[in-house]
C-alpha cells in the first residue's frame, strides 16, 4: 500500500556525485524505517543506508563517508546523496520502506523492507 518511484539515475565518471530521490505515495504514515539498496546481476541485493522515523541513519562500510541519506517529511521523498563514486557503485539502486526495523547493521536486511520502487539505474566509468 505504499509505493515507491526512485528517480536520478543515470551514468558518471569516477569520483563524481549524484543525488537519488524517492517518491512516495500511499500510506507513508505507517512507515519508520526507510533504506537505499542494490544490486548487480547475479549477487543479492545490498543495504547501503537506511533512516529511521526519528532520523537515525546507518550506512554500510562500502559507501559510509561518501553517501549521505535524507528525507523530506513535507514532500514524502527520500534521497540518497553519493559523492566520490567508484565503478563499484555501479548497480541498480532501489529504494524500500517498513513499518519497522532493527536498528544498526540489521536495518539494512533485505527481509525487513515490505514496499520496493522499481530502481534506478546507476553507471560509473573510469
Known amino acids: 500500500q505504499v509505493q515507491l518511484v526512485e528517480s536520478g539515475g543515470g551514468s558518471v565518471q569516477t569520483g563524481g556525485s549524484l543525488r537519488l530521490s524517492c517518491a512516495a505515495s500511499?500510506?507513508?504514515?505507517?512507515?519508520?524505517?526507510w533504506a537505499w539498496f542494490r544490486q548487480v546481476p547475479g549477487k543479492e541485493r545490498e543495504g547501503i543506508a537506511s533512516?529511521?522515523?526519528?532520523?537515525?541513519?546507518y550506512y554500510a562500510d562500502s559507501v559510509k563517508g561518501r553517501f549521505t541519506i535524507s528525507r523530506d517529511n513535507t514532500n514524502d521523498t527520500l534521497f540518497l546523496q553519493m559523492s566520490d563514486l567508484k565503478p563499484e557503485d555501479s548497480a541498480m539502486y532501489y529504494c524500500?520502506?517498513?513499518?519497522?526495523?532493527?536498528?544498526?547493521?540489521?536495518?539494512?536486511?533485505?527481509?525487513?523492507?515490505?514496499?520496493w520502487g522499481q530502481g534506478t539505474q546507476v553507471t560509473v566509468s573510469s
Open positions: 524500500a520502506a517498513a513499518r519497522a526495523a532493527r536498528s544498526g547493521i540489521a536495518s539494512l536486511g533485505r527481509d525487513q523492507y515490505g514496499a
Open positions: 500511499g500510506y507513508t504514515y505507517a512507515v519508520y524505517y
Open positions: 533512516i529511521s522515523g526519528s532520523g537515525t541513519t
